[in-house]
C-alpha cells in the first residue's frame, strides 16, 4: 500500500473538467453563434432604421421643394402674357422655400422676341443672409441652356424630374442639384423650364450628423469604432450625388468602385441597389474604398437618388465578437467557479479517505492501535472505518491476545 498512488480526488476533478470542458464547448459555440447573429441584425436595424430617418428628412425637403414649385405652376402657366412679373413669382417660389437656394424659369429660344433668344427670370438667396432674395431677368448666351441636356430632357419627354448635381452659377463651389417642372402654354406646349435649385451641401452636412450620432454608441472602448460610417446619395447610374468628399461628387461613380470580396462580380448588388432590396439579417459585405463594409441602402422617394450607407465591416464584426464573448463569459465564469467548488467539495469529502488510507499503512506496518479518525457521517466512508477498525481488533487480538474492543468513534 506504499507504492505511489494516483489522487481520486484528481481523477474524479479531470473528468468532470473534461466532461464539463465538452459541454462548455458545445454551450459556448451556440451561444456566441446565436448571440453574434443577434448583435450583427441589432446593428443592422440600428443602421436601418437610422437610414430611415435620414430618408424622412430628406424626404421633407424635397416635399417642401415640390410644395413650394407646384402651389405656383397654375398661376405661371396662366400668367405667360406678362414676362415682367415672373420674377416675382421666382422670388416667391424662393422664399416660400426654406430649403430652395434659387430659382429660374428658362424659356425656349425667341418666346419673348422682345426680351431676345435667351430668357430666365431669376431669384437666389444671398447665402450670408438668407432672408435677403435677390432677383433678375437673364439674357445670358452662355452658357446656351437650349443645347443642354437637363433642359432638353425636360422639354421633349415632358415629365418632371430632378437634375444631375451641378455647381452654383455665382461660386462655383456649392452643389445643387434642382427640382425641374415643364411649363405650358395654353395649348399644352412646353414653352418653359421651371428650376428650384437646392444645396447639396445640406443633404452632406444632414447625412454627417447621422453618422456622427451612430458613431457616438459606445457599447465597448472607443477603440472598436476605429473606422466610422460614411453616407452619401448616388443617382441610379451610380455617380455621386453627395459624398464627404466633394471632389468625388458628380466625377466619380460608385458602381464602378465597390468591389465583391470574393472577387465576384457586383451586378448582383447593383442590381439589389437599384431596386431598393436589402435585407437586415444579412446585409451585403463588399470593398469600398478599399475596406471591407456591409452595404445598407435605400431609395429616395419621388427621385432618382438612392441612400447609401457603408459601414466598416470591422466595426460591427468586432463589436458582434466583443458581445459574443461577454455573453460567453458571463456562462463561462459560473461553470468555472462550479468545477472549483467541486473540486473543493471533493477533496473536502474526501479528507476522511485519506486519514483511513494513513491508518491502513500503520496497521501494515504493525501499529495496531493507530487511532481511527471520527465520521460525522453515517455512510460509504464510515462503513470503511469501521471494516478498518474491525481488522484493527482482530489483528490485535491475534498478535497479543489482547480481546477486540470496538471504539465508538
Not at 430618408?55 to 415682367?84: C, F, K, Q, W
Not at 427640382?179 to 402654354?185: A, Q, S, T
Not at 450620432?213 to 460610417?229: D, G, M, Q, W, Y
Request: with cysteine; glycine share 6%.
Amino acid at each position: 500500500m506504499k507504492d505511489k498512488r494516483t489522487s481520486l480526488v484528481g481523477r474524479f476533478t479531470g473528468r468532470f473538467l473534461l466532461l464539463m470542458i465538452i459541454i462548455v464547448l458545445g454551450i459556448s459555440y451556440g451561444v456566441f453563434y446565436l448571440e453574434e447573429q443577434a448583435t450583427r441584425q441589432f446593428y443592422s436595424e440600428i443602421y436601418h432604421n437610422k437610414m430611415r430617418i435620414t430618408n424622412e428628412y430628406t424626404r421633407r425637403v424635397i416635399s417642401d421643394v415640390y410644395v413650394a414649385v407646384t402651389n405656383n405652376l397654375y398661376y405661371l402657366e396662366h400668367s405667360l402674357d406678362n414676362p415682367d412679373g415672373h420674377k416675382v413669382t421666382m422670388e416667391r417660389i424662393v422664399k416660400s422655400g426654406t430649403r430652395v437656394r434659387s430659382c429660374g424659369l428658362s424659356f425656349i429660344e425667341n418666346y419673348y422676341p422682345q426680351k431676345g433668344r435667351l430668357f430666365c427670370p431669376y431669384a437666389w438667396r444671398d447665402i450670408d443672409k438668407p432672408d435677403t432674395i435677390y432677383t433678375q431677368d437673364m439674357y445670358y448666351e452662355e452658357p446656351d441652356y437650349l443645347n443642354a441636356g437637363w433642359f432638353l430632357d425636360v422639354v421633349n419627354s415632358d415629365t418632371a424630374q430632378w437634375s444631375a448635381p451641378f455647381y452654383d452659377h455665382f461660386n462655383q463651389k456649392t452643389t445643387l442639384s434642382a427640382y425641374m417642372v415643364p411649363i405650358h402654354d395654353q395649348t399644352g406646349r412646353v414653352v418653359a423650364v421651371l428650376g428650384a435649385d437646392i444645396s447639396l451641401d445640406w443633404f452632406t452636412n444632414k447625412l454627417s450628423e447621422a453618422d456622427t450620432i451612430i458613431n457616438r454608441i459606445k457599447l465597448f472602448p472607443a477603440n472598436t469604432f476605429e473606422v466610422k460610417s460614411n453616407s452619401f446619395i448616388i443617382n441610379r447610374d451610380g455617380r455621386y450625388v453627395t459624398n464627404y468628399d466633394k471632389r468625388r461628387i458628380m466625377r466619380d461613380n460608385f458602381f464602378l468602385q465597390v468591389k465583391a470580396c470574393d472577387g465576384s462580380n457586383v451586378e448582383g448588388v447593383i442590381t439589389r441597389i437599384l431596386n431598393g432590396k436589402t435585407d437586415n439579417k444579412t446585409p451585403d459585405r463588399f470593398i469600398v474604398d478599399g475596406k471591407e463594409c456591409y452595404l445598407y441602402y435605400m431609395p429616395v422617394k419621388y427621385t432618382q437618388w438612392i441612400l447609401v450607407t457603408a459601414v466598416p465591416c470591422k466595426t460591427i464584426d468586432t463589436l458582434c465578437y466583443l458581445n459574443g464573448a461577454t455573453v460567453l463569459m458571463i456562462i463561462l465564469i459560473p461553470l468555472l467557479l462550479l468545477v472549483i467548488a467541486g473540486y473543493w467539495y471533493m477533496r473536502k469529502a474526501l479528507q476522511p479517505v485519506k486519514q483511513l488510507v494513513k491508518v491502513a499503512d500503520d496497521i501494515v506496518d504493525g501499529k495496531l492501535d493507530t487511532p481511527l479518525p471520527a465520521m460525522k457521517h453515517n455512510d460509504e466512508i464510515s462503513q470503511l472505518r469501521h471494516a478498518l477498525e474491525e481488522i484493527q481488533g482482530i489483528l490485535s487480538y491475534y498478535s497479543n491476545g489482547t480481546p477486540y474492543k470496538p471504539d465508538k468513534g
